[in-house]
């Protein structure tokens, strides 16, 4: 992608990154003045039948958006305000200030109603309802729904949100939430149709794990996938659906890395400690538990395996889980880490080894990787850490340091086998 254009009115050149985004004062869905990115309609795609087609915008387009913008909103439309941390973006979340303002009106109209709809259901549907609704909402009914450009196609693809970040591109989409919605309910009823009249019994408490109302060792085992240190920001990214629901998450009970709720390392390690100390509580003696885990700095490594072996847990095993997608953070960043280590966990006494170097360590596990594959740093990075692990070593080095291990090592095995 050309990160310069040529302006078609003047003939100047002019890099992108330079440019100020055009903007606009206007009236927003609950009738007050706002300033905002200017956006204007630029393509509509349809379908007729079994045919899907795309076209300008016409004046008839134009006219429906301008009655939209009249129409008055359900009483029960929330007018909440975002609350920022990490996530905030100057340029693309200017005037993101209020829930709607992720929203075009049409689309913050239909969800208002649609969730107003749902209390009309009987009690025992409701919150079913509600979640096919809100499972469909952050990641399709908002401005962070875009079009993106795919190799082997010849026109934009109409996609969704990026995971783990509230991105709103210079592209957006406004997509049809009743016909989302529709082919999103085959899959919820194919679901209930094969869990009907089902015996098995599964009790869901909605609560920290730092206080779980279960007896002391009654669990056989637990499989845990924590928040990853400052990796995702799950209650700024949440608010999205919580706002709709009228409760948002405690952010003082968080667990994570986060500057704007002035929480490190230590304090993450602290309340993670917490939720370890109460695993050991309700896990039987001879119980087990898995914790996914996942990070590319190795403080937060440490406070993990200061918390786990604080209450009395050692590491007996140690894999990679293999993701078929990676997420949006895995793929743009340069020291993230592919496949997230798996630590199988007990409460026995497990014989360590003496002292190693992590140095020594890395070495052993990129040298040990099949010849004349392609060296992969960031899965060689979670085998690094679920080696240290196993043999009760802290983890003392960074993705990063690690890849400019496997840099040299890549390098000298080259001379190696040069002739």
Excluded at 165 to 189: D, Q
Excluded at 275 to 290: I, N, S
Excluded at 312 to 333: H, M, P, R, W, Y
Excluded at 348 to 354: I, Y
């Amino acid at each position: 992608m050309e990160s310069w254009f040529r302006c078609n009115a003047c003939g100047e050149q002019a890099a992108i990154e330079t440019c100020e985004r055009a903007t606009e004062t206007n009236i927003d869905a609950f009738g007050r003045k706002h300033l905002m990115r200017k956006r204007v309609l630029a393509r509509v795609h349809g379908r007729t039948g079994k045919s899907k087609w795309q076209r300008p915008p016409t004046h008839e387009d134009s006219e429906l958006l301008a009655k939209v913008a009249k129409m008055k909103l359900p009483a029960s439309a929330p007018l909440a305000d975002i609350q920022w941390g990490e996530l905030h973006r100057a340029g693309y979340h200017l005037g993101i200030e209020k829930l709607h303002h992720f929203y075009t009106k049409r689309n913050f109209i239909v969800m208002a109603t649609l969730m107003e709809l749902v209390s009309e259901f009987p009690v025992e549907l409701q919150a079913s309802l509600r979640l096919l609704t809100l499972s469909y909402n952050a990641s399709h009914s908002t401005l962070m729904t875009r079009v993106v450009l795919k190799k082997g196609q010849s026109d934009f693809v109409l996609t969704g949100s990026q995971s783990g970040v509230l991105y709103i591109s210079g592209l957006p989409v406004e997509k049809n939430i009743l016909e989302g919605l529709r082919r999103k309910s085959k899959a919820f009823v194919d679901s209930f149709r094969m869990l009907h009249g089902s015996r098995s019994k599964v009790t869901i408490y909605n609560r920290s794990s730092e206080s779980m109302p279960l007896e002391e060792g009654s669990v056989d085992y637990i499989f845990t996938d924590p928040p990853f240190g400052d990796y995702i920001p799950y209650a700024e990214l949440n608010q999205i659906n919580e706002l709709w629901l009228g409760r948002t998450t405690d952010r003082a009970r968080e667990v994570i890395v986060s500057p704007s709720q002035s929480k490190g390392v230590a304090e993450y390690g602290s309340m993670m400690g917490n939720v370890f100390q109460e695993m050991a509580r309700v896990l039987k003696a001879d119980g087990m538990a898995t914790v996914v885990f996942h990070s590319a700095h190795s403080n937060v490594w440490r406070a993990l395996v200061q918390a786990y072996s604080a209450a009395g847990f050692a590491v007996e095993a140690t894999n990679v889980l293999d993701k078929i997608q990676a997420s949006f953070k895995q793929v743009v960043s340069t020291v993230s880490v592919k496949g997230d280590p798996l630590l199988l966990l007990s409460k026995r006494v497990v014989e360590r080894s003496g002292s190693i170097p992590n140095f020594s360590i890395a070495a052993e596990v990129i040298r040990s990787s099949p010849s004349g594959v392609k060296l992969d740093p960031q899965r060689l990075y979670s085998q690094f850490v679920g080696r240290c692990l196993e043999l009760g070593m802290n983890v003392d080095m960074d993705a990063k340091t690690f890849y400019k291990l496997v840099e040299t090592e890549t390098v000298g095995a080259f001379h190696e086998r040069s002739p």
